[in-house]
Nanobody, 121 residues
Framework: QVQLVESGGGLVQAGGSLRLSCSASGGTFSRYAVGWFRQAPGKEREFVATISRSGGIADYADSMKARFTISRDNSKNTAYLQMDSLKPEDTAVYYC??????????????WGQGTQVTVSS
């Protein structure tokens, strides 16, 4: 098992940046692919990005590719989501998740508690 804790959310003006962190404990972090998802009020949870166990492969939702960057540092048991050029429509609760590989990220085995990101106009 692995436990995930997100941090780094907050309030930012449109056009600004935030860096979210996902800290893992209780398992071997490098054995899991990591993903980021988000859920806005009244909407279903949607996929944002994922990164492979070694960090060699990353994938993004099409609408995020130009503005978001996923990364990981296995020596620190932490994954990150760098978000640039933020828009009000990015406002949501952001969750990190872990799965055995990026191929099964659609069905994560573990979830964090989420962190709120609010982007003002």
């Amino acid at each position: 098992q692995v436990q995930l804790v997100e941090s780094g959310g907050g309030l930012v003006q449109a056009g600004g940046s935030l860096r979210l962190s996902c800290s893992a404990s209780g398992g071997t972090f490098s054995r899991y692919a990591v993903g980021w998802f988000r859920q806005a009020p009244g909407k279903e949870r949607e996929f944002v990005a994922t990164i492979s166990r070694s960090g060699g492969i990353a994938d993004y939702a099409d609408s995020m590719k130009a503005r978001f960057t996923i990364s990981r540092d296995n020596s620190k048991n932490t994954a990150y989501l760098q978000m640039d050029s933020l828009k009000p429509e990015d406002t949501a609760v952001y969750y990190c998740a872990a799965a055995g590989s990026i191929a099964v990220m659609r069905r994560p085995a573990y979830w964090g508690q989420g962190t709120q990101v609010t982007v003002s106009s």
